[in-house]
């Protein structure tokens, strides 16, 4: 059975990844219109937990997953491992006696419980007692309600999480009433866009950036790329000449180090040394994003029956976001880059453009992050690619970036924090309801 899978990531006040949302959709049946919404719902996720993984698709980092009553009260979370789940009660659950005792029989078992649109109502308060996170949706609930929710409950050591949380001001406003986990896209869309231009120091990263999407590498540009850049030039010696690599002698040249390297080791040690560079002030999160839109467009483009180029589709995925990457308007950036105008067009959204092939590949992938199945089913009718298809190309580019960001594979990730465990005391849980 062909399946839609993504996630979505929940950050602390940090910015760090603390858990992904799992969002999914059968690739044959509509859950809105299926007559058996729950068997499809159940049969995707045995799919994606044993099919793909859950170590796999999250990098270790605990699941939040959807349960409505039906599979609250069945026995779905066999499938889930306690540590690394977080069973999410979706807002259609009402709160009765059979419903705690399913909550009860969980959290025993070792889950952490999430209430999804939460509200100060009578419907948190019963659930309150039973689970250990709170989740509040800052598009769905009034500036009173996101307040008196953090007021009321974290007396009781609940975890609040603010999803859709889609501009910095909002963030903000979350931050101070003392939400700690948050849920949207508002990482990505800067409000402070300053001087149009690009700075000179970050023209040339850019520029290398667009040099390794060849598909022969020019050699002699590169070098001189990194040349003209002291910061590049010292990083790129210091890398070659790392205990990754066991030359015979120290490498003191840029261009005979360029040739030891080779094409794979060259756009690897770029990713690192640019995006770095680029993204220096800026969350990890929204790096790690921007390499996961240029490999899935990439993929998608692959594995299409449409022309799409080789370069471009990296290109057009990775630089949509070069705006919350540098803070500036995208305009004036691809001014000062040698750009194809397909890309333009696609990026900016150019009047008239929406039958270009790169517009609805970009679209394609920043509605497979919100989970917008619709509008993928109908790209994908489109690239010609069916529901499993085009979740390969997703896995494979989740799989990518995280060997770019891990670029040593076994060793942790030092930007990340330790796996958390939202499960609250029981003691505490059991305490008094707050009186409404």
């Known amino acids: 059975m062909g399946f839609?899978?993504?996630?979505?990531?929940?950050?602390?006040?940090?910015?760090?990844?603390?858990?992904?949302?799992?969002?999914?959709?059968?690739?044959?049946?509509?859950?809105?219109?299926?007559?058996?919404?729950?068997?499809?719902?159940?049969?995707?996720?045995?799919?994606?937990?044993?099919?793909?993984?859950?170590?796999?698709?999250?990098?270790?980092?605990p699941a939040f997953v959807n349960f409505d009553r039906t599979l609250l009260l069945g026995d779905w979370t066999t499938l889930l491992p306690p540590g690394k789940s977080v069973v999410e009660i979706v807002g259609t659950v009402e709160p009765d006696e059979e419903v705690f005792f399913?909550?009860?029989?969980?959290?025993?078992?070792?889950?952490?419980?999430?209430?999804d649109d939460c509200r100060d109502d009578a419907r948190t308060a019963a659930f309150a007692p039973f689970v250990d996170i709170l989740k509040v949706d800052f598009q769905q609930t009034s500036p009173d309600d996101q307040q008196a929710v953090v007021r009321?409950?974290?007396?009781?050591?609940?975890?609040?999480?603010?999803?859709?949380?889609?501009?910095?001001?909002?963030?903000?406003?979350?931050?101070?009433?003392g939400y700690e986990y948050f849920q949207g896209y508002f990482f990505d869309r800067p409000t402070l866009l300053r001087a149009a231009r690009v700075p000179t120091s970050r023209i040339s990263a850019l520029?290398?950036?667009?040099?390794?999407?060849?598909?022969?590498?020019?050699?002699?540009?590169?070098?001189?790329?990194?040349?003209?850049?002291?910061?590049?030039?010292?990083?790129?010696?210091?890398?070659?000449?790392?205990?990754?690599?066991?030359?015979?002698?120290?490498?003191?040249s840029i261009g005979y180090g360029l040739v030891l390297l080779g094409a794979d080791e060259i756009r690897k040690w770029v990713w690192i040394a640019c995006l770095s560079s680029l993204g220096e002030s800026r969350p990890k999160v929204l790096i790690a994003q921007a390499l996961m839109r240029g490999h899935f467009c990439e993929e998608i483009a692959r594995s299409s029956r449409l022309s799409l180029g080789i370069s471009a589709p990296f290109l057009l995925g990775t630089f949509s976001l070069l705006d919350a990457i540098l803070e500036r308007p995208l305009d004036g950036i691809l001014d000062d880059l040698d750009i194809d105008e397909n890309i333009q067009d696609a990026l900016l959204g150019a009047v008239g453009g929406e039958?270009?092939?790169?517009?609805?590949?970009?679209r394609t992938v920043k509605?497979?992050?919100?989970?917008?199945?619709?509008?993928?089913?109908?790209?994908?009718?489109?690239?010609?690619?069916?529901?499993?298809?085009?979740?390969?190309?997703?896995l494979e580019s989740l799989s990518w970036v995280d060997k770019v960001i891990s670029p040593y594979g076994s060793k942790p990730r030092l930007d990340l924090p330790s796996i958390i465990d939202f499960r609250r005391s029981m003691k505490v849980a059991a305490g008094n309801r707050p009186n409404h």
């Open 207 to 252: 520029r290398l950036v667009r040099q390794i999407q060849r598909e022969d590498l020019d050699f002699v540009a590169i070098e001189e790329l990194i040349r003209n850049e002291a910061s590049f030039s010292n990083s790129f010696l210091a890398y070659v000449n790392s205990g990754a690599f066991q030359w015979r002698d120290r490498v003191e």
């Open 102 to 115: 399913a909550c009860r029989k969980l959290r025993l078992k070792g889950y952490a419980l999430a209430l």
């Open 355 to 362: 039958e270009n092939p790169l517009t609805i590949l970009l």
């Open 367 to 394: 509605s497979y992050e919100t989970g917008d199945w619709s509008e993928v089913e109908a790209a994908a009718r489109i690239f010609g690619l069916s529901a499993d298809a085009l979740n390969t190309c997703y």
């Open 152 to 177: 009321y409950y974290r007396k009781l050591q609940l975890r609040m999480v603010a999803k859709k949380v889609e501009t910095e001001p909002e963030f903000g406003r979350a931050l101070h009433l």
């Open 4 to 61: 839609y899978l993504g996630r979505q990531p929940i950050l602390d006040r940090g910015r760090n990844v603390v858990g992904y949302e799992l969002l999914f959709r059968s690739g044959e049946t509509s859950f809105c219109d299926s007559a058996d919404a729950v068997t499809a719902t159940s049969q995707v996720i045995m799919s994606a937990i044993l099919g793909v993984g859950l170590d796999r698709l999250l990098g270790g980092k």
